[in-house]
Structure formats: C-alpha cells, structure tokens
C-alpha cells in the first residue's frame, strides 16, 4: 500500500488542499477551547486523533494521483467522520443519524469504486496521469457512464437531491467543529473530484450531462434552501444551506459544461471559476457559521432557536462573527458570498447570450430565475437564524443563563470571520488567480475578457467605509448635547417584558411557510385543550418518499429471503438438490 | 449371479421406500448392503484384484454387521420402533420412487452399466428418506443407502488405488458411528428423535 | 477627471435632491386627492428636526441598532455613486449593475435585522414580511439584469443608458421588461400594493414596522436612506429603459437638455407612483406575493420574445 | 521432508492430549506445534515462492503457489486460534461448563481438524481431498456439538446430514470426473497436477456433468447458498474458537477444492463457461446472505452469514475470471479468514462475559468491554472492506473485474449486496459497541482484558498484510493468479 502513495501536485488540488488547511486552522483553534464541554462524558483524546485523520485523510484525497489512493484516503474520510459524527454516542438519534450518513457515503463510495473500474477498462490504467492521457478518446458512450457514476457517487457525498438525506441528519448530529470541517471542507472534496473527473479526465461531456447537473443543481438549490427556511434547529437550517450552496456550485459547474460543449470556452471558464470561487467561500462562511452555531450551543446547551434570543449581549463576539457569517451567505457585499454569487448569476447571464439553442437559453433562464429566488430565500433563512438567535429577549431561561465562552472558540470565530471580509474584498485577486488556472485547464490563450471589470467591488468598498466614517463622526459631532435615553421597548401600552410577545423561528417565515410548505412537508396543528398551543412541524419529502419506500422494498424482500434459512432440514436437503437439478440443467443446456 | 444381488438390491431400496418399522428398514438396508458386498466380491473374483476383496469385506463387516448393531442398539434403547409421521406418506413414496427410478434408467439408457443404474437409484430412495422422513434415525439410514449408492458407483466407474478406497469406505464408517452417538445426544436432550423439534434456530 | 468630478457632482446631487422629490411625491398625492397636502420641503424639514432630537433606545437593542442607521445611509449613499443622473458615457466609470443592485442588500439586511433587534412584536412582523417580499422580489431584479444584458452585452449602467439612449423605438420585449422592473420596484421600497408607506397601523405595516422603535437622528438616517433608495431605483428605471435625451456628449446644451429629460421623466414617474398609491389599496400580503410568480412569466414571456421574434 | 516433520508434529500433537492429564500442557503444546507447523509453511513459501512447484512422495504431495496461500491461511489461523483455545477451554473448565476430558477431547479433535485442512492443500490427488474435506466434517460435527444442549445438537445433526449429503454428491461427482479420464494411464488419473497437464479427456460431456455435481456437492461445504442453510447454526453454536477456524479456513478449502477441478476443467477446450457456475452461485450466495444479514437478532449468527457473503464474493470473483478479479478473490480469501476469525473470537469474548448470543441485550460494549469493543469495530470495518484494511482492495479488484469483463449486471448486484451487509452490520454492531440506554449505569467488566492477544494477533496480521501487499504477498497470490488463470 505504501507505494501508492505518491502526490498529485497541479492547481487543482493545491487549491483544495489550500482549501481545506485554510479552514482547519480556525476550527483546530476552536476546538481547543470547543472540546471542553465534551470531557465530562467523552474522551477528547479520541476526537483529536479522528479529527486529524479526518482532515489527514481529505487532503489524501486531494492529492493523490491513482485511483487506489484516491478511494483509499476517500473511504477513511467518511469513516473517519463517521465516528465523528456519532461522537455523542450516548444519544440514540445520534447513531441513528450516523448510521444512516455512513450508508450513505458507502453508496456514494461504491458508486465511485464502479466508475473508476469502469476508467481502468477503458484506460487501463489506474494512474490519473494515464487516464489523463487517454481523455480524448473516450466515446461518448463511455462518457455518459462515467458522468452517470461520478454524479451519484460524489453527489450522494456532496448532498444534492435526492442524495442530500443525510446532510440535516448528520449536521447537526456531529459536534459543531466537525460540522463546520464536514459542510465546509467534506463537500468540497466531494466536488473536487466530480471537476477532476468531468472537467480534467472527460474534458467535454454531452450537452445532456451538463443539462442534467444544472438541473440538478438548481433543484437542490430550491428544494433544499426551501427546508431551511422552515427549521427552527440551527445546526438544521445550517446543513440544508450547505446543500444549497452545493447546488448553486453544482448549478454553474453545469453551466460551464454546457458551454464547453458549445465550445464557448471563455464564458466556461468563467462558470467554472465561479463554481471554484464559491467552494472556497462558501468554506469559510459555513464554517463559521457552524461554529457559531457551536458557540451557542457551548453556551446554552440548544439548538432549537426558538429558545434563545438575546444573546448578542452575553456572546458579544460569537454575534459580531455570526453577523457576519450572514451578511456572507446572503450575499452582501463587500462579504466574501457575494463575490462568488455575482459570478455565478453573470455566468447564467452571459450563458444566455451566447448559447444558440432556444431551449437550452429557456432552460438557463428558468434556472437563473430559480437561483435569483434560492439567493433571496437564502437571505431569508440566515436572516432568521441570526435574528432570532442573537436579536431581541431571552425566550427561555437557557437563553439566559449562559455559560462563558472560551477564548480560543473566540479567536477561531475571529479569524474565519476576518477571512470572510478578506476574501470578499480583495475577490478580484483571487478570481485572477482562479481564472488563470481555469484559463490554463480549459486551453484558452491569451486574456479572457469575461475576467475584466471585477475591482469595482473595491471601489465599492472603499466608498462605503469613507461613507460610513463621515457619517459616523457627523453623528458623533450631532449627539453631542442631546439626550439619550435607554428603555424598555415600546408594547402598545402593555407590560414589554414578556419574551413571548416576540417573533419566533416559525412565526418568522410563516407566509413563506403558507406558499412554499408543501416542498417542506409542513404542517400546522393548532390545540385548543387546555392552552392554545401550535405545533408545527416539517419533513424532508424527497426523504418520506423516496427512502422510505425503497427500505419498505427490501425490508418485504427481506422478509421473503429470511424464510429460505429457516424450515425444517428436510427442506434444506431439497434445496441441495433443487440446486443440483437447476445447475446441472443449466450447464447441459448453455456450457 | 451379478443381476441376481441387483435385483435384490433393487427390491429392498424400493421396499425400505415406503415402510414404516424402523426395524424393517435396518433388516432391508442389511440385505442391500450384503447384496452390494457380494457384488464386490464377485467382481474381485472375476478379475482377480485384491482392492475389491478388501471393499467388498470391508462393506460387508461394516454396513451389514456394525452400522446395523449400533442402529438396532440405539432402537432399542430409544424405544422407538416405527417411523410414525411420515412427511410424504408410503403410497406417493412408492410412486415417488419408482417414477425416480424411472426417469434415472430412461435418462442413462445409454449407458450399458447396470452398477451405474442401480447404484442412482440408491441416490434416489436414500435422498427420498432423509428429505420425506422426519426421524433423525431414519435420515441416517437413508445416508447409509446413499453411500450405498457411492459405493456401487466406485465399483462401476474408478479404479483408484486400495488406500483411497479403503479411506472412503472407512469415514463412511465413521460417519455413521458419529450419527449414532448423535442420535443418542439428541435423544437425551429433545426426549425424542423427531426432527420437528428442531426450530429452535432462528434468527 | 472633469467626468468623474461631474458624475460625483450628479450623485451629490440626487442625495441633496432626493426629500424634494419625495415632497414632490407627497404632493401630487394629495393634489390627487383633493387636498392642500404639506410643502414639497417638508421632508427636509422632518428630517432636520429629526436630526436635532434625542433618542431612546430600547434596552435590548445591540450593536444592530447603533451601527445599521449609519452604515443603511452609507450604503443607500454609495449606491447614487454607481448610477448615471444626467450625463452618461462609454468611458471607464464604476456602475456595476451587480453591485448597486446588491448593495441594497447592505439595506435590507439592517433594516430586517433593527426590526428584530428591539424584540418588538411589529419589529419582528414587519422583518418577517419584509424578508418574504423581499425574497419574491429577488427573481424579478435578476431578471431586470439578464434582459438588460441581453441588449446591451454591457453590465455597466452607465454603458447600459449610453447603448439605450440610441434606441427610439421600443419592442414589446422592452416594454413588457420596464412594467416588470417597475412593479420590482415598488416591491423593493414598500409602496403599494405591498406595503402602505403612509400608516402606522399594526396590521399592514412593513417597512414602517421595522423602524418603529428608531428615533432622533437615527430614524432620520433611515428615513433619508429609504428616499434616496427610492429615487436611485426610479433612476435605473428611467436610464435604463427610457434613457432617450440623456447626454451622452460632454456640452452644456446637451447636458441642459439631459437635466430637463431627467427631471421630466422622474416627474412622471412620480406621478405614476402617486396615482398608483390614490387608486389602489395596499392587498393583502399573499395577493401581493401573487403578482411576482405573474411577474417572472411575464419576463419569461419577454425573453422568449427577443429570441424568437 | 517437510511433510514428514509436519505429519511427526501433528501426530504428535493429536496424541498428546491423549496422553497427557494436563490440559495447560496439552494447550502449550498445541501452541507451540502450531508454531512450529507455521515456520514449516514460511519455510514452504520461501521455497515455491519461485514460482516451482514442490512435489514429495511419487506427486501425491504437491505444493503450489496456490496450495500455499491455503497453507498460510489455515496454520497462521491456527496459532490465532490456539492461543485463544488455551483460554477459552481454561475458562469453561473453570466454571464448570465442561469437564476436563471433553477439554482433551476438544484438543484431540482440534488438532484432527487442523491436520486434515492440511492435508486438504498439501495434497496432489483429487480423492484425497475429498477425504479430507469428509475428514474435517467428521472431526467439526463434534466440535459443533461441543456444548451439549438443544441448539448446538440440532446445529450438530444439520450439519452432518447436510454436508454428508453434499460430499456425497461432490464423490460422486469426483469418481464420474476420474472416470472420464480412463483414457489416461491408471496411476496418473487421480493426480491433479497430471490433470491439469492433460486437456483431453474420453468425454467432455461426463465432465460437464461432474464439475457441476463437484461444484454444488462440494459448494455446500463451501457454504454457497441455497445450500448454506447449515451454516448459519453451525457457526453460532460452535464453541468460538472452532467457529473462527470453520469459517476462517474450513470455506475456503471447501472453495479451494472446487477451485482445483475449476482449473482442470477450465483447460478442456469448450467448456470454460463452468464460470458461470461460480458466477451465479456466488451472485445467489451474496443475495440470500446479504439480505439475511439485515434481521438477525443473534450476533454469531449475523457473522455466519457474512461468512456465507465473503464465500459469495470470492466465488463470484474466481468465476469472474479476469487476472484482477481472481487476484481479488485470493487475497480476499486471506483478509476473510483473518478478519472474520477476529470477529467471532470477540463474539466469543462477548459470549463469555454476557452469556448471550442476543443482539439486543447488549449495549453500551465500549464502556462494559472497551478493549473487545474496538477489535469489534475493527473487524467490522475489515471485513466489510474499509480502508486501508485489504479486504476494500480485494472487494475493489473483484469489481473493476466484473466491469472489466462487461458483467454489469452483476456489478450492480454485487455493489448492492455490499451495501446491505455493510448496512446490517453497522446497524448491529454500532448498536452493540455504542448504544446506551439512558438510566443505566455501565460498570466495566474485568473478563474484558482476557484473551485479547489473538485478537491483537489477527490485527496485527492484517495490518501487516495491507503494508506489505505490494510485496512477498502479492508475488505469492499473483504466482497463484498464474495458475487460475494460464
């Protein structure tokens, strides 16, 4: 085994592995300060250990260069995050949710082993190099099998619909460092190596594959940004936009295939820097988010936001960081999201101009119109989380009694909130250098002009803080002398103290609710026994569907195979003969 | 002389097919068994080859005085002496195994070994009795006419050297014995040699 | 340099200008209703003396609150720097539509998140519904890009108002892409129908809602901010879709007649706003939301049109 | 040579418990004489490493890259399992479960079973298999019915009637495959290697006819489904350690006997579709084992069926036939006997401390037995293929095999059948290792530090084997490669 290992060393993966070091820096300092609420009851020795291997593992992946290495590093990540995930092992859900992730992630494994298996039979090798050689010759038979396998099998670890069943599972399962590695660092990886196979070794695919993942993509967009807006669990809400964002990603890598296909290689490569762009901020904010999400439930023992409240006063820097990680992931600037978001709609944008087929540009179109809608409900939902969470009153006494955080969750908070604003100021450095690299990849010489144009939003920023200051000292010199005068929130006349007279989670995106809860499986119960209560409650649909009616088929197939091992032995004995006939027939008959 | 033991061969497989005393069983399997020794012995004779005046001894010592003591031992201790529930009862046996035999001869009417034949028919009464009987003594008789059947077949077919043969032959034995003593164990631990009781594995 | 002393100077220029068009709306609307209505200055003058008053701050509110006023002015503020007024040209100028169009978001984040700051029952209501309309909104602003895009290949606006300045006849494409912008934005600054930017009742509050517990100079900042968020939107509108008279030399005469183009046009736009707010009444928040699924088929309809015809 | 000092020692080490009174000694000796019998098989391997076979009295010896993986399996697991054994019977004798002669009968017939999977693939004629495949049925049966009770009795009595009938057929099978050699010289035509030389046989119709009888008689002791059905009780009420060593080695020699007619009739010209055989069984096997893993409620069972799965896979990858696939299923072969013979001695372990083979009256494993608790997890993560471990290479292999050759069918199945057991197994074991019912205290067990050095015997192999893979390892199993496949 040792000789496989041997490192791959282009762009590509430097810049996952870039990825993926840049996120682990903060959250090993979080963790550090993270891992105390664990000791009483676990060994944090054994989350350390797994942690390292963990992020050992991914950039194993990243770096490899054979097939074998690559499923090898790629096995261990899930294993390892496995165990990771089902850390708390004392809850029963949480086994539950990680036994359902692991079988996940091994569909997604074997899919992989098959579709390499297939790249060896038509290459012959297990050497990305040699494969690499190979790529023009791949007919395009070939081509849709290998897309089919990539797809579902680094899909169902990427979390696109209607693979994505684990990812509200597993989330919020896992401690809330894992996650933040898990949902910024994992999926990455995931998607790494569907661009490595699709962009690097198949080079063109059929205008239908890339139809087919900008479909998906949006789909898993919309679906999944829809049920996050309805959960009032943080950690929850947080796993679905991890999918969405998975899905936008997804949607302009297909975006980008459909383009090459059309040979339009300038605009694929913008698509494709997008996509690549929106992996590594999408890493940072995520991940800060969730340890956010981690903080608080460091602090007051919930996840449930309709608990807290009020917490920006005890959790003065987790809510700053937590702001932020918003105004990222709904994509305001000068935050890093939106950088990548304007060049994922601008990829749609220019797409539609330039394809020549009436329905691929509906097709774009609608997808774009969809996206446009997923980043608003984005907004929507992160708005939620944050205002609910850290905005307003105490509802419970958990909300109020907190426990004080540890400085270096802080410090690790701090820096991916640092980065956020960085990347997202200085984007149009990064976006060159990303560019370069797709220019590179996609064979495109010279300038590419749909890289021009990009350092407004430096402009834009600077303006906004010379603005921002001016106004801030001009309110400064107008306050002087005036009375400021602190009190209780105004409640028409009625006594304002009473947290419950708030907006909750629910009630907070109850019209989106009203429109978009069917594809949530939402439902309202009002009682009336006793107090008026309302209980609400959602479902993943594609997950009461799809899932549970393929468990009903083998657990009746099951049922059916279990009786051949019972019965009496004179049964069994037939069944040797039965058998000896049945071959003995078969081999006269065909051999 | 050799169509002579084949047809007693022949008679008591398809009279143990269907009976129900145990002890008539035992008494069929012996005459069977006897029948296959001396068919041994005689072919020894015919073609002056030591291997199968040892077999055949062998056989004879074995399947027609040990086998039989330690099943009549065990019957007598057991106090059972008749296969009471049969799955399939004695009248579709018959018929069962005469349409088996049947379709053996008509399948191998080719080949002009009469061995071969018989010793397929063996297969068939002996599979027949482990599969349509529920005693567990009666599963063992029913091996003891399959390996009957094997030790036909050898005779028609190989010419292995003495050593292999008289290994086969002696775990035949062996087997059987083993059968025996689990039978008693059984015995001891159910109150009873019927197979029904076996239902406690599951899941 | 004299261009960008000169796009500068028109920014300053809708900043200062943007209460007297706002007085100007107040105006015709209650010319249109058969009464005096206040003086078109009025609302500098509210906002002056909102300026000179003290404020109270509720004790929950966090650094939301003491930030978000400022930082919504800056950002409304910044966003006049990336518009044409009356004077545009091919030339190198900040005007990314992707930009002025998301720094709005700079706004409606703050906004939302003061209205649930001062854990207020209406702060909460109005964020909640402003976030929901807000949402809906948001395919229509896609799409008001993707169809300027495709007329003009150009995401800049000032290039975007140059192109367009030299069409004179319109297609149905066109047109069907202003109406739809138009109800956008109307969405986008809480006017009716969605929302009813002149009461304070509980019930059909939005915008309003979620400044309720603002005060003194803050209010002030976010009231001057949601104005001259309202008169940049009407100016992409104008220059955009109908930047006919616009100046696209650099001469006095061009430049006069560009002013009067601009002024005449916003005029009406107002005017629009005006009958639009005394004929309809705010419609509940869902039939509301109904008009933007209507919307987007409509642009669907639009872009299928300039392919196909 | 060799075979005389490994005859001495076996000899010697069946009379022993015979013999002597003390049943510590006995354990020793039979420690050390698998020791010993294990540096005999190192020193084989270094000698047909070349690639020669080795042959000793007149060819009816005849070592093989092939035997020799057979070999290595059955004597490095007979240490594992004779260490654990010295334990085991100390302990049942200590809480009076059996009496000290069963204990030397336990040695006696131990030792007998190891002897005769010996000889099973030290031998060159194709009769004496059998007796040696009949030989360990005899010597198992008891063992099965170790424990004299209701379950492992009726266990014991499927297994004899079963795998009786089975060998039985596989003899008739074998005596119509020598008999359709009579055109060749009489004291040749039981000889494997003379066989295999010779692709000519008087009818290739009466081969047909046996290879099939061979496959499905000889495939029951193989414990290839639908004639499994004695597997699963005799696996779960076998003492452990004769558990580890049945399911480990006994399978696989089963397989590898098939395997030798496989190559013999694979060379007569028109009937290398006897593939399919394997193919199909295999495909079966994995499908009713797969299935069956997901509802068992007792957990030495759920290892038994698993073990029928592993025979499906190697099956399906011996018939396969590509140089991968069959290199897949030989190094399967090995990481199986050693992974699965680590699972059921912590079964065991598991059995002893909770006297309970039931799934759900155990939780919380880490916490009572952490020790057994990690090999468990561990051997769960083997032997359902995972990374590094080797069995994920063996598994990889048999795969690109079925792609390779355009069986896709049957890449779809087998993928799905891996997924099952891997979601049945996680599912108990998961359950058992980490499950914690709220209000209930969970106290360490001091038998957890027992007998854990097999166990860390068998890792440490695996491991070893997944390092040095590319190795003395992979020579040896591509040697045997050569063989199936040439």
């Known amino acids: 085994m040792l000789h496989l290992i041997n490192f791959q060393k282009d762009w590509l993966s430097l810049y996952f592995v870039f990825i993926i070091i840049l996120i682990f820096i903060p959250v090993a300092i979080y963790t550090k300060g993270y891992i105390m609420e664990y000791k009483k009851h676990y060994s944090a020795n054994y989350m350390l250990g797994l942690i390292g291997l963990f992020v050992a593992s991914m950039i194993g992946v990243v770096v490899s260069n054979n097939v074998i290495s690559f499923l ?77 396998l990539a797809l579902v099998g680094f899909g169902a670890k990427m979390g696109i619909v209607p693979l994505h069943a684990w990812l509200p599972k597993a989330h919020p399962t896992a401690p809330s460092n894992v996650s933040a590695l898990m949902s910024g660092v994992m999926l990455k990886v995931a998607l790494y190596g569907f661009i490595r196979v699709i962009f690097i070794f198949l080079g063109s695919t059929p205008l239908i594959c890339g139809v087919i993942v900008l479909i998906i993509g949006t789909v898993t967009a919309i679906f999944s940004i829809l049920n996050a807006l309805l959960q009032n669990n943080i950690k929850k809400l947080l796993a679905y936009s991890s999918a969405e964002n998975i899905g936008l990603i997804f949607a302009a890598l297909g975006i980008s295939m459909i383009l090459i296909n059309y040979n339009l290689l300038m605009l694929a490569s913008l698509a494709l820097t997008a996509a690549l762009l929106h992996c590594l901020n999408h890493a940072i904010f995520k991940s800060l988010l969730f340890l956010n999400a981690g903080s608080v439930l460091y602090a007051t023992g919930t996840k449930n936001m309709n608990e807290l409240g009020g917490l920006h006063k005890s959790m003065e820097v987790t809510a ?48 774009g119109i969809i996206v446009a809608l997923t980043s608003g409900a984005a907004f929507y939902a992160t708005a939620k989380s944050f205002g609910i969470t850290f905005l307003g009153k105490p509802r419970t006494k958990k909300a109020e009694h907190v426990k004080a955080i540890p400085i270096s969750m802080n410090i690790g908070q701090g820096i991916l909130a640092m980065l956020a604003i960085v990347t997202g100021v200085f984007s149009p450095f990064i976006i060159s250098k990303i560019s370069y690299y797709t220019n590179n990849l996609l064979d495109i010489s010279g300038k590419n002009p749909s890289f021009e144009n990009e350092t407004e939003i430096i402009i834009f920023t600077m303006i906004l803080i010379i603005i921002t200051f001016i106004l801030y000292m001009f309110n400064r010199v107008n306050s002087i002398n005036k009375k400021q005068e602190i009190n209780d929130t105004w409640a028409c006349g009625y006594s304002s103290d009473k947290p419950y007279i708030q907006y909750t989670g629910s009630g907070f995106v109850q019209p989106a609710a009203k429109i978009f809860g069917t594809i949530a499986n939402y439902n309202k119960k009002v009682n009336f026994k006793k107090n008026i209560s309302i209980s609400q409650t959602t479902s993943d649909i594609v997950e009461d569907y799809l899932y549970k009616s393929s468990l009903k088929v083998v657990n009746y197939l099951t049922t059916k195979i279990l009786k051949i091992n019972y019965g009496k032995i004179q049964l069994h004995i037939l069944y040797i003969f039965i058998s000896l006939i049945t071959a003995l027939v078969l081999v006269l008959k065909f051999v | 002389m050799i169509e002579a033991l084949l047809t007693i061969i022949l008679i008591s497989s398809i009279f143990m097919s269907g009976v129900r005393r145990i002890k008539l069983i035992t008494a069929g399997f012996i005459f069977q068994s006897a029948a296959i020794g001396l068919i041994v012995l005689k072919l020894g004779y015919e073609t002056g080859k030591v291997d199968y005046y040892i077999l055949g001894i062998l056989t004879i010592v074995t399947k027609v005085i040990i086998i039989p003591l330690i099943i009549n031992k065990s019957v007598k201790k057991l106090k059972i002496n008749r296969e009471m529930e049969l799955i399939v009862n004695g009248f579709v046996s018959y018929i069962i195994t005469g349409i088996g035999i049947m379709i053996a001869f008509g399948l191998l009417n080719k080949s002009q070994d009469n061995f071969l034949k018989t010793g397929i028919a063996l297969f068939i009464i002996g599979v027949l009795l482990m599969v349509a009987r529920k005693k567990a003594i009666t599963q063992m008789i029913g091996f003891l006419i399959f390996e009957n059947g094997i030790v036909l077949f050898e005779t028609s077919l190989s010419k292995m050297s003495l050593v292999i043969e008289a290994g086969i032959v002696f775990e035949g034995l062996m087997l059987a014995l083993i059968m025996g003593i689990m039978i008693f164990h059984i015995n001891r631990t159910f109150d009873s040699i019927n197979t029904d009781f076996f239902e406690n594995l599951k899941e | 340099m004299k261009y960008n002393l000169f796009y500068f100077f028109q920014s300053i220029l809708i900043i200062v200008l943007s209460p007297l068009f706002i007085g100007i709306l107040k105006k015709m609307k209650a010319t249109l209703r058969g009464y005096m209505g206040s003086s078109i200055v009025q609302p500098y003058y509210d906002l002056s003396k909102l300026l000179k008053k003290g404020k109270v701050i509720s004790n929950r509110s966090s650094f939301i609150t003491t930030i978000g006023p400022i930082v919504i002015l800056a950002a409304a503020i910044t966003t006049t720097f990336f518009i044409p007024v009356f004077y545009t040209s091919m030339g190198k100028t900040i005007g990314n539509l992707f930009i002025l169009m998301f720094a709005f978001g700079i706004v409606k984040i703050f906004t939302v998140l003061i209205g649930l700051d001062s854990s207020s029952t209406f702060g909460g209501m109005g964020a909640s519904r402003e976030s929901f309309i807000s949402m809906m909104a948001e395919p229509l602003i896609f799409f008001l890009i993707i169809f300027l895009y495709i007329e003009t290949k150009d995401f800049n606006v000032f290039h975007i108002s140059f192109i367009n300045s030299k069409i004179v006849h319109y297609d149905t494409a066109h047109l069907i892409a202003m109406v739809t912008f138009s109800v956008g934005i109307l969405a986008e600054n809480a006017r009716i129908p969605f929302d009813n930017p002149e009461t304070h009742l509980e019930l059909t509050m939005m915008h309003e809602a979620m400044i309720l517990d603002l005060s003194g100079s803050d209010l002030a900042y976010v009231e001057l901010s949601s104005y001259i968020k309202l008169i940049v939107y009407l100016i992409v509108l104008i220059n955009c879709f109908v930047p006919i008279g616009i100046a696209t030399t650099f001469t006095a005469l061009s430049l006069f007649i560009g002013f009067i183009a601009f002024i005449f046009k916003l005029l009406f736009c107002l005017l629009g706003i005006a009958i639009i707010e005394t004929t309809l009444a705010k419609s509940r928040l869902f039939r509301g939301a109904e008009l933007f699924p209507a919307m987007i088929s409509l642009g669907i309809v639009a872009i299928t049109l300039i392919y196909i015809l | 040579m060799y075979i005389i000092v490994l005859g001495i020692l076996f000899l010697f080490m069946i009379v022993t418990p015979l013999i002597l009174k003390n049943l510590k000694i006995t354990g020793f000796v039979t420690i050390f004489g698998a020791v010993l019998v294990l540096g005999i098989v190192f020193k084989i391997i270094t000698l047909v490493s070349g690639g020669n076979p080795l042959s000793y ?409 997944s390092l040095f893979m590319n190795g003395y390892l992979s020579n040896m199993i591509n040697n045997a490669v050569s063989i199936i496949c040439d």
């Open chain 1, 72 to 148: 090898v590093f790629w096995e261990l990540m899930s294993i390892t995050s496995f165990f990771l995930v089902i850390y708390e092992y004392m809850h029963k859900e949480n086994l539950k949710a990680g036994i359902f992730y692991f079988v996940m992630t091994h569909i997604s494994g074997l899919f992989l082993m098959i579709m390499f298996a297939f790249l060896y039979k038509y290459t012959g090798s297990f050497d990305f190099s040699e494969i690499l050689k190979f790529s023009a010759d791949f007919s395009s038979k070939q081509k849709y099998i290998i897309f089919i």
């Open chain 1, 320 to 367: 700053i960081c937590t702001f932020i990680g918003t105004c990222a992931i709904s994509a305001v600037p000068p935050f890093n999201g939106f950088a990548s978001e304007i060049l994922i709609l601008r990829s749609f944008i220019e797409a539609i101009t330039m394809v020549s087929n009436i329905w691929i540009i509906i097709l774009i179109f609608s997808c």
């Open chain 4, 57 to 465: 009295f007149n060819e009816f010896f005849y070592i093989d890259s092939l035997s020799v993986v057979q070999l290595l399996i059955t004597a490095s697991i007979n240490i594992i399992v004779s260490i654990y054994s010295y334990k085991y019977i100390g302990n049942e004798i200590k809480e009076k479960i059996i009496s000290n002669r069963r204990g030397k009968f336990y040695y006696f017939l131990f030792n007998f079973f190891v002897l005769f999977m010996m000889f099973i693939a030290l031998t060159n004629n194709i009769v004496a298999m059998w007796i040696g495949l009949e030989g360990t049925t005899l010597t198992t049966a008891f063992l099965i019915g170790f424990n004299i009770n209701k379950n492992s009795l009726e266990s014991a009595w499927k297994y004899i009637i079963i795998c009786s009938i089975g060998i039985g057929i596989g003899l008739i099978g074998i005596l119509i495959f020598v008999n359709a050699y009579s055109n060749q010289d009489g004291s040749d035509v039981l000889k494997w290697s003379h066989l295999v030389k010779n692709s000519n046989p008087q009818s290739t119709y009466a081969i047909k006819i046996a290879f099939t009888l061979i496959f499905v008689g000889i495939g029951t002791k193989a414990g290839l489904a639908p004639m499994h059905t004695w597997l699963p009780d005799a696996h779960s009420e076998a003492p452990s350690p004769v558990s580890a060593m049945m399911s480990g080695v006994l399978l696989n020699l089963a397989l590898y006997v098939i395997l030798r007619f496989y190559i013999i009739t694979k060379h007569i010209p028109g009937l290398q579709n006897t593939k399919w055989l394997f193919i199909i069984f295999g495909c079966v096997s994995l499908i009713i084992s797969s299935f069956s893993i997901l509802r068992q409620l007792n957990y030495k069972r759920m290892l038994a069926f698993s073990s029928v799965e592993n025979m499906g896979i190697i099956a399906l990858g011996l018939g396969v036939g590509s140089r991968i696939a069959v290199f897949g299923a030989l190094l399967h072969s090995l990481v199986h006997a050693f992974g699965k013979s680590m699972l059921f001695l912590t079964a065991g372990n598991i059995l002893s401390a909770y006297k309970t083979k039931r799934i759900d009256k155990i939780n919380s494993l880490i916490k009572t037995m952490p020790i057994n608790a990690v090999f468990l997890i561990l051997g769960m993560l083997v032997i359902t293929g995972a990374p590094p471990f080797p069995a994920f290479f063996s598994e990889y292999y048999i795969i690109v095999g079925t792609v390779e050759t355009g069986n896709y069918i049957i890449t779809a199945l087998y993928s799905f059948c891996l997924l099952l057991v891997f979601a049945g197994f996680l599912r108990v074991f998961i359950k058992i290792v980490f499950n914690t019912e709220p209000g209930v205290k969970y106290a360490k067990m001091e038998v957890d530090k027992e007998n854990t050095l097999p166990l860390a015997l068998c890792f440490v192999s695996i491991i070893i084997m």
